[in-house]
């Protein structure tokens, strides 16, 4: 089973940028970011094929870069002009396809806070 750890986050006010990454144990063609915040359902940001093409949610689009580094199985999340929607748990994830939908992912980290405070 792939197991996958994130790091980075913390808080920042509106407008700042703070990046987020994530090691997983084995290499998947698809890695995905997604968040979560309180009371509302897990939503997509950004997911990354293995030859690098991104795929953002609209939500996001312009304000952030993913990207991945297959040689350290590796997946990394630059966020900017963060907003205090932003604000959420942020999960990498492990999958087959290049898709926002959380269905479509079969290994998950245990999460890491981003809070943007206005």
């Known amino acids: 089973q792939v197991h996958l750890v994130e790091s980075g986050g913390g808080s920042v006010e509106v407008g700042g940028s703070l990046n987020v990454s994530c090691v997983q144990s084995?290499?998947?063609?698809?890695m995905a970011w997604f968040r979560q915040a309180p009371g509302k359902e897990r939503e997509g940001v950004a997911v990354i094929g293995g030859g690098g093409n991104p795929l953002y949610s609209r939500s996001v689009r312009g304000r952030f870069t993913v990207a991945r580094d297959n040689f350290k199985n590796s997946l990394y999340l630059e966020m900017n002009r963060l907003k205090p929607e932003d604000t959420a748990v942020y999960y990498c994830?492990?999958?087959?396809?290049?898709?926002?939908?959380?269905?479509?992912?079969?290994?998950w980290g245990q999460g890491t806070q981003v809070t943007v405070s206005s």
């Open positions: 084995e290499y998947t063609s698809h």
């Open positions: 994830a492990a999958g087959w396809a290049f898709s926002l939908n959380p269905d479509n992912f079969h290994a």
